[in-house]
């Protein structure tokens, strides 16, 4: 067995294990220490957290709140299903601070700049960006999510989560292609998953509840697992 194939076996072996851990993580897992359930499965995630500090993102409609925080918790609540099922996790960021040091008139630019500093360092096997959405009519809702075009890995990744989000939201979207930073500074597999539209009053409202931001970071998760068994079965 070569080199290669050999990490994948060893990867499809831990991600059974991982299946096995989060079926019987779900349902227990919010605000509990999960991260020792399960050894290292050697699978690096950045999870990337869209906007922050002065940059909040899109702003509901209704209850107007920030995409920037909902974002962080949707990130924090997949990066422990990850951690449980013994994913190596890296946040770009872990707070409601934006990446751009003092806020000048670049900081956009310094705070993209920066995830993608952030990913190089840590090399990911994948990079999971979250947003949320806003459409000027206001019936569009459900998980939309993004790869680079040329990204074949990004596709299946991108397909794999965008099916969970559809079994979430009843909505039978397919994951588009997106000219994005995110997605462009590297080549890594990468998708941008917008979690829902902030420009619908239900989907607002679901998405500032605790229980709705566990199903998305679960959707999200469930995608990974089994985007990562397909690949594994495509190179042995
Ligand atoms: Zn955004």
Same mark, same amino acid.
């Not at 349902?27 to 991260?35: E, H, L, P, R």
């Not at 906007?51 to 107007?64: F, M, Q, T």
């Not at 013994?86 to 770009?92: A, D, E, K, P, R």
């Not at 993608?116 to 840590?122: D, G, L, P, S, V």
């Given at each position: 067995?070569?080199?290669?194939n050999?990490?994948?076996?060893?990867?499809?072996?831990?991600?059974?294990?991982?299946?096995?851990?989060?079926?019987?993580?779900i349902?227990?897992?919010?605000?509990?220490?999960?991260?020792s359930?399960?050894?290292?499965?050697?699978?690096?995630v950045?999870?990337?957290?869209?906007? =922050?500090?002065?940059?909040?993102?899109?702003?509901?409609?209704?209850?107007?709140?920030?995409?920037?925080?909902?974002?962080?918790?949707?990130?924090?609540?997949?990066?422990?299903?990850?951690?449980s =099922?013994?994913?190596?996790?890296?946040?770009?960021?872990?707070s409601?601070?934006?990446?751009?040091?003092?806020?000048?008139?670049?900081?956009?630019?310094?705070?993209?700049?920066?995830r993608?500093?952030?990913?190089?360092?840590?090399k990911?096997?994948?990079?999971?960006?979250?947003?949320?959405?806003?459409?000027?009519?206001?019936?569009?809702?459900?998980?939309?999510?993004?790869?680079k075009?040329s990204?074949?890995?990004?596709?299946?990744?991108?397909?794999?989560?965008?099916?969970?989000?559809?079994?979430?939201? =009843?909505?039978?979207?397919?994951?588009?292609?997106?000219?994005?930073?995110?997605?462009?500074?590297?080549?890594i597999?990468?998708v941008?998953?917008?979690? =829902?539209?902030?420009?619908?009053?239900?989907?607002?409202?679901?998405?500032?509840?605790?229980?709705?931001?566990?199903?998305i970071?679960?959707?999200?998760?469930?995608?990974?697992?089994?985007?990562?068994?397909?690949?594994?079965?495509?190179?042995?």
């Open positions: 067995m070569s080199r290669f050999k990490k994948r076996f060893t990867v499809i072996t831990a991600l059974i294990l991982t299946v096995l851990t989060a079926v019987f993580c349902g227990a897992i919010n605000g509990q220490d999960v991260s359930t399960q050894a290292d499965n050697n699978i690096k950045v999870i990337d957290a869209g906007h =922050g500090g002065v940059d909040s993102g899109a702003i509901g409609n209704k209850l107007k709140i920030k995409e920037s925080d909902i974002n962080l918790k949707i990130t924090k609540k997949l990066e422990k299903y990850l951690l =099922g013994g994913f190596i996790v890296s946040l770009t960021r872990s409601s601070a934006g990446l751009y040091g003092v806020a000048t008139k670049n900081r956009k630019r310094k705070d993209m700049e920066k993608k500093e952030i990913i190089n360092k840590i990911p096997d994948m990079v999971i960006s979250i947003h949320l959405n806003k459409y000027t009519s206001s019936n569009r809702h459900g998980g939309q999510v993004f790869y075009n990204d074949k890995l990004g596709k299946s990744l991108a397909c794999s989560i965008q099916s969970n989000f559809n079994a979430l939201s =009843g909505k039978g979207y397919t994951a588009l292609t997106g000219d994005y930073y995110i997605l462009n500074c590297t080549d597999p990468s941008i998953c917008e979690c =829902g539209f902030l420009s619908n009053e239900e989907e607002e409202r679901l998405l500032a509840t605790d229980e709705y931001q566990d199903k970071a679960y959707s999200i998760f469930k995608g990974i697992i089994a985007y990562l068994y397909e690949e594994s079965f495509r190179y042995l």
